[in-house]
């Protein structure tokens, strides 16, 4: 895949003149069990230097994952909702902890989901709530941060550096794949532009320096070129002065 990054090379330079430092970040979504897309995502992660948090998916977990991450300090499991259903009206965008459910089950779910991650995974677990399809409530913030959540990710530049009290918001920037009419890669050029203008911003002080710059993407839908464009974009942004992000 033959990509022009020059436009990225020319912002990280400048990043490199100010003597500035952006940290780094990579989530990935939806693992419940080793597969071969698993092993890809680990082994890139390791080629590359950047460790991945990997939200699972609480409820169908297996011991065979946990096995898996023990053995490889580059996964970090963060909790990935409860059990990844839609419980929203068809009408609606897709969310399992909307409104219209009851907030004692939300809790429930969510507590479950953390007590059973921390169970399997022990001390690599992060306490990251990752809701599906990045999207929760602000009403339900302060739950999370009461059944000992530390922070909350979901997608674009967070405003806040918490998004509720002692609950950070951690979220990611940049997410390759394309999921309609067909999984694939989106246009890798306008990715490009994206991560530039997005870092631009940040060198500026137009947008959030502290809050890790990051990565999503879903390993079990990769497509070879979305695999090759996740190589080649780590390569880049490790290139530049980057610093990788660590959980507090
Ligand atoms: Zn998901």
Excluded at 178 to 185: A, D, E, I, K, V
Aim: aromatic share 8%; with cysteine; glycine share 6%.
């Amino acid at each position: 895949m033959n990509l022009d990054w020059t436009p990225l090379r020319v912002e990280l330079d400048r990043w490199r003149r100010k003597g500035m430092q952006y940290p780094i970040w990579w989530r990935d979504d939806d693992a419940t069990r080793p597969t071969e897309a698993l092993d890809e995502l680990a082994v890139l992660s390791d080629s590359v230097g950047v460790p991945v948090h990997l939200a699972v998916i609480p409820r169908d977990a297996t011991m065979g994952l946990a096995e898996y991450v023990r053995d490889r300090s580059n996964l970090r499991p963060v909790v990935h909702g409860w059990s990844h259903t839609n419980h929203q009206p068809a009408e609606k965008t897709r969310g399992e902890f909307g409104e219209n459910r009851p907030i004692h089950i939300r809790c429930e779910e969510a507590g479950e989901g953390l007590r059973r991650l921390t169970e399997m995974f022990g001390d690599s677990m992060t306490p990251m709530f990752v809701p599906p399809w990045n999207r929760i409530p602000v009403s339900f913030l302060p739950e999370l941060a009461q059944l000992g959540y530390k922070s909350v990710s979901t997608c674009h530049p967070r405003e806040n550096v918490e998004a509720a009290e002692g609950l950070l918001q951690i979220n990611t920037h940049i997410d390759p794949l394309y999921w309609r009419p067909s999984r694939g890669l989106s246009a890798p050029q306008l990715i490009i532009e994206k991560t530039e203008r997005l870092l631009k911003k940040r060198r500026q002080g137009k947008l959030d320096n502290t809050e890790p710059f990051g990565l999503l993407t879903h390993h079990l839908a990769h497509t070879p070129d979305v695999w090759e464009f996740c190589r080649q974009f780590w390569l880049e942004l490790t290139e530049g002065p980057f610093e990788i992000f660590e959980h507090p």
